[in-house]
């Protein structure tokens, strides 16, 4: 089973516009992460946001908020605002557990391309 | 305040030739990770590095690949005796701290291996 499921290939949005990028989980371990990842044409990863499992409150980072439904194992990210350089892709990754074998893992979805229109 | 850096970022190998892929860590980072992309998917992970210490290797091929972090210098990936399938964007990150939940990982900007 996918660990980390994106459902969305592709996804276009008006500059100025919000728009939301979806992302499942699977994991049976209580104490996870969870990280989204920008990937521009150029290639390089760039950190964007991170929530962990225990976290209380839904995380933000400027125009980035992650909208995060545990019962649901949902962690969608949200930016606000579009800018024609938010035009990537975007990569959900998890890693489980605080501790031991694999707990550093970062396993990645296979990404949702952002277009962003003018 | 460098990122990491790796190079080339670019390697074009013929068949059978040697790849060495090279990382250095941010600056104070200690824990090297090493990742593959192949086109249209996520990254998947191959080994994990600690200053002169393989910790876990679980996701690298067995045979032809290896790599290292040695005591000084930056962590190399090496593959030998290249095939076509070989061909994807080889990604290292580097993060600070295991123990804490967090521990982001920050990658660089990859080096693209291509095999002819």
């Known amino acids: 089973a996918q660990k980390i499921t994106q459902t969305q290939p592709g996804m276009f949005v008006q500059e100025k516009e919000a728009v939301t990028l979806d992302c499942t989980y699977d994991?049976?371990?209580?104490?996870?992460?969870l990280f989204w990842y920008k990937q521009p044409s150029s290639g390089e990863m760039i950190f964007l946001i991170y929530q962990g499992s225990y976290d209380q409150q839904n995380a933000t980072e400027g125009r980035y908020s992650l909208n995060f439904q545990k019962a649901r194992k949902s962690a969608n990210l949200v930016i606000s605002a579009s800018q024609l350089g938010d035009s990537a892709m975007y990569f959900c990754a998890m890693r489980e557990g605080l501790t031991g074998a694999g707990s550093y893992q970062l396993t990645f979805g296979k990404g949702t391309k952002l277009s962003v229109i003018p | 305040n460098a990122g990491v850096m790796q190079n080339p970022r670019h390697l074009v190998r013929r068949r059978g030739q040697e790849a060495r892929l090279r990382c250095s860590p941010m600056k104070g980072h200690s824990h090297v990770y090493w990742y593959r992309q192949l086109p249209e998917e996520g990254l998947k992970f191959m080994v994990y590095l600690q200053k002169e210490n393989i910790i876990d290797e679980s996701g690298m091929p067995k045979e032809r690949f290896s790599a290292e972090f040695p005591k000084e210098g930056p962590s190399i990936l090496r593959i030998q005796q290249v095939v076509r399938g070989d061909s994807a964007a080889y990604f290292c990150a580097s993060s600070l701290d295991l123990i804490i939940a967090k521990n982001i990982q920050y990658f660089g900007a990859g080096t693209r291996l291509s095999v002819l």
């Open positions: 994991t049976s371990d209580p104490s996870y992460g």
